[in-house]
């Protein structure tokens, strides 16, 4: 899954950047009368971040470091400039020296872990960001429940969505659960969790998860993962509609995301748009190349389109994420079937038998193959099945080997 995630500060959207820099003069404007308020310091630092502003948030930086030589808040604000910047190497050096430090209190150790592991992460590290974080979030189930009471929020979001991209969906479902029976299972975690539980063919936990989320979170902070969840549900039920309005209000609030658009792209070909579909096909694999499901999206597609040679690249991509995945091979089989590419195409067809032989796509192929079917109605009733129902669960759910 595509996903992007923020230390303890974020940068605005474009209609909050221009608040969030009035803000910023404000808060100088203050400290020319007020230089050494360390409050108003903190502030207009954090906001300099926030509006990208690195030589403004240096300069107060420096101001609060002179003030105060000793303080661990101004040198894990030193690593937070450094952090907003994808200076990881930099960030890395400041936290690691921090993290040696004795004495320090729980919560700021919890603060130097979290962006030492969201170092890990945002560099794909994910085995490495489990690794780093698991001695603090799952010492042992009888210690769970205290340890969920005293770490951040921000440290179980970045622990759930570490152990999704990290393939341990089913650690990270009963991890979810044992939280939620504890009553400390808060909308943002819930978001990520349900988008896990899609995953791990865990439906009705998705979507209890993701409706969770999405009524107890605030309006300015619904969790995505939770509406790609939905979206991906109502696409399962094949009810376009609601997957179109799901995918959509992902996608205002991150325009980038892979996974949204993914399944707003397989919402507008369940609804009969092929062309915008394809171009949403190819902007999400843009970010997220290694997502199985969405080469298969690409390419029945290009298959409705009328364009089995596009269509073979998408499938020869998603068989080379794994070649022991029935329905790459079925679907090849078909776009290699529909241009005539017989040896090749039955070559498929015998590999997506043999892995499952219910292969739906595999039976078709082997349908063309023997000139038992050339009907383009039969052909779009097989797609549909395939993106939509319990199918497209199918397809979607080799993500969970390669995504």
Known sequence: MQTTLTPRFSTPVDSDAAATLARLDRLEAYLRDDSDNETLLAEAFNAALQCAAWSRAEFHLRHGKALHPDSLQWALREADLWLAQSN?????????????????????????????????????????????????????????????????????????????????????????????????????????????????????????????????????????????????????STDAAKALDFSEQALLIHPQDGRALSAHAFAQLLAGQPQAALASFRRALSFMPNHIGTWHGQGWTQLTLHDPQAACTSFEAALALDRNFAESHGALAVALALQKQTEQADQHVQLALRLDSANLSGRFARAILEGKTSDAQAFEQLARRLLGGEMYETVMGAVNRRG
Not at 137 to 155: C, H, I, L, V
Request: proline share 3%; with cysteine.
């Open 88 to 236: 990881f190497d930099q960030a890395a050096i400041v936290l690691r020296a921090l993290q040696a430090q004795p004495d320090t209190p729980a919560g700021f150790k919890d603060a130097v872990l979290h962006d030492l592991a969201f170092i890990d992460f945002q560099q794909r590290n994910y085995g490495a960001c489990t690794a780093l974080l698991a001695s603090r979030m799952q010492a042992g189930d009888a210690d769970q429940e205290s340890a969920a009471g005293t770490m951040s929020r921000e440290m179980v979001v970045l622990w759930l969505r570490a152990l999704h991209h990290a393939g341990d969906l089913e650690r990270a479902v009963r991890w979810t659960q044992a939280l939620e029976e504890q009553r400390g299972l808060f909308p943002q975690a819930a978001g990520v969790a349900s988008l896990v539980a899609l995953d791990a063919a865990q439906m009705a936990l998705a979507s209890r998860w993701s409706a969770m989320a999405l009524e107890q979170a605030s309006a300015s902070d619904r969790p995505i993962e939770a509406l790609v969840a939905q979206a991906s549900l109502a696409l399962a």
